[in-house]
């Protein structure tokens, strides 16, 4: 079964700009454990998909830069972004069964949809979601720099499309996890990243730290 060859993985998920890079890097540094960044992976899945069974990846890719994120409404943006539709998914899968169980794996990525996660946990404290405030993802934006909307048109038109877009996209994993009772942290301008790191390893190991998880 899937969840038995995937006991060592430990699951971060959320909105794009909270931070679960940041956290998976500390946590898995300060526990001896092995970084898997979904984002990092996109090419190589990319190259390993069909049209035939990633139809949204491919009208996506057929696209121009105006296209995706310039002349369309974030509402189209969000339902037809194909990670945000699960396409690829089962590549991640194959690629975390594939890592050694030890010394153990942080997944990270906003594909990690819980949907499809849920059903690989042996138990809910294996993951969470890490839910960005707009203002905190607005904050996290201007610090790393907009690449996407400097590469279209309209960069002013399309940063505010992918906000809107995130904004939704949060909205969604916020209504996903409660549905299906898994952990959560909502991430604001005022939480620290060490706060954060703190309360992930909350949820990762019980009893660690004082105070809640989200």
Avoid: C
């Amino acid at each position: 079964m899937a969840t038995d060859r995937l006991r060592h993985v430990r699951w971060i998920g959320g909105g794009s700009g909270a931070g679960k890079t940041t956290v998976a890097r500390r946590l898995a540094a300060e526990r001896g454990m092995r970084v898997y960044s979904t984002d990092d992976a996109m090419a190589g899945h990319v190259a390993r998909s069909s049209r035939a069974d990633a139809p949204y990846l491919a009208r996506f890719l057929d696209m121009s830069m105006d296209e995706r994120w310039v002349r369309r409404s974030p509402e189209t943006m969000l339902e037809t972004f194909p990670w945000f539709r699960g396409e690829g998914f089962e590549l991640i899968v194959e690629d975390l069964a594939a890592l050694p169980t030890e010394p153990g794996v942080i997944a990270e990525g906003f594909r990690l949809l819980p949907s499809l996660v849920e059903p690989l946990l042996t138990e809910p404290g294996q993951a969470v979601w890490l839910l960005p405030t707009p203002e905190f993802r607005r904050a996290a934006f201007d610090r790393r720099g907009w690449d996407i909307p400097r590469r279209t048109g309209d960069p002013a038109r399309a940063s505010q499309n992918l906000l809107e877009r995130d904004r939704m996209f949060t909205d969604r994993l916020r209504g996903e996890t409660r549905r299906l009772g898994l952990p959560v942290i909502e991430v604001d301008v005022g939480m620290s990243e060490d706060e954060l790191v703190r309360r992930v390893t909350r949820v990762f190991l019980p009893g660690t730290a004082r105070g809640d998880a989200g």
